[in-house]
């Protein structure tokens, strides 16, 4: 597709259910990262990957969180056993070279997760 | 932590210049100095990017001094469509963090 591709556009979930959310980037960027927005919030960075690995794991809140990219294309964020505090909009976003933010990152419309 | 810092909100007027600073205490010397615009329910998009002295596109201007440490965005005439969130990315882990949320008003 034209831009990034993030699926399901919303998400309504249990308390204690796991959840995963999907990024599809722009073909060839080789860079792809997440972040979560709470409402009314900044962007927190949660991971990034170059191709399939990820450097920096940093900024995922706990063990229940977790992501993995196949063939340096799609990339899936996991929520296990999600919780009300995980409610939020969880965006991707891609770019053509390495991280560090020298290009230009194009994000995804977002996943929406609300944990009833 | 390694990050920027910006106003948490600006107020403006149909038809007025808006100047909008960041600081980048820690920037590096390869780094270059983004920013982004989000609307309320979208991802943020590209605005514009530089690494010193002026850059300007169709839809704002970029002053960078020379050490570099700050950075302006000037967004001229703004209209009520540019009621957004800006925010100016630390390169570092690309932290985004709260922005600068712009109203601008009739």
């Known amino acids: 597709g034209a831009g990034v591709s993030q699926s399901p556009s919303n998400k309504v979930t249990e308390k204690g259910k796991d959840v995963e959310l999907r990024c599809d980037p722009i073909?060839?960027?080789?860079?792809l990262y997440w972040y979560r927005q709470s409402l009314g919030q900044g962007l927190e960075f949660l991971i990034y990957?170059?191709?399939?690995?990820?450097?920096?794991k940093s900024g995922l809140p706990s063990d229940r969180f977790s992501a993995e990219r196949t063939g340096g294309s799609v990339s899936t964020l996991t929520i296990q056993r999600t919780q009300q505090e995980d409610s939020a909009v969880y965006l991707c976003a891609s770019s053509l070279g390495a991280g560090g933010g020298n290009g230009e990152l194009f994000f995804g419309e977002g996943s929406r997760l609300t944990v009833l | 932590l390694a990050k920027t810092t910006q106003p948490i909100s600006m107020d403006s007027y149909e038809g007025q210049e808006v100047n909008i600073t960041c600081s980048h205490n820690n920037i590096a010397t390869n780094d270059y100095i983004t920013w982004y615009q989000q609307f309320p329910s979208q991802g943020p998009r590209f605005i514009i990017q530089g690494y010193k002295t002026k850059v300007t596109n169709e839809v704002a201007s970029l002053f960078i001094p020379a050490d570099r440490k700050s950075s302006t965005l000037s967004l001229p005439r703004v209209s009520l469509s540019d009621t957004a969130v800006y925010y100016c990315p630390h390169t570092d882990k690309l932290i985004f963090g709260t922005g600068t949320r712009l109203q601008v008003f009739p």
């Open positions: 073909s060839g960027h080789t860079a």
């Open positions: 990957f170059q191709g399939n690995s990820a450097p920096d």
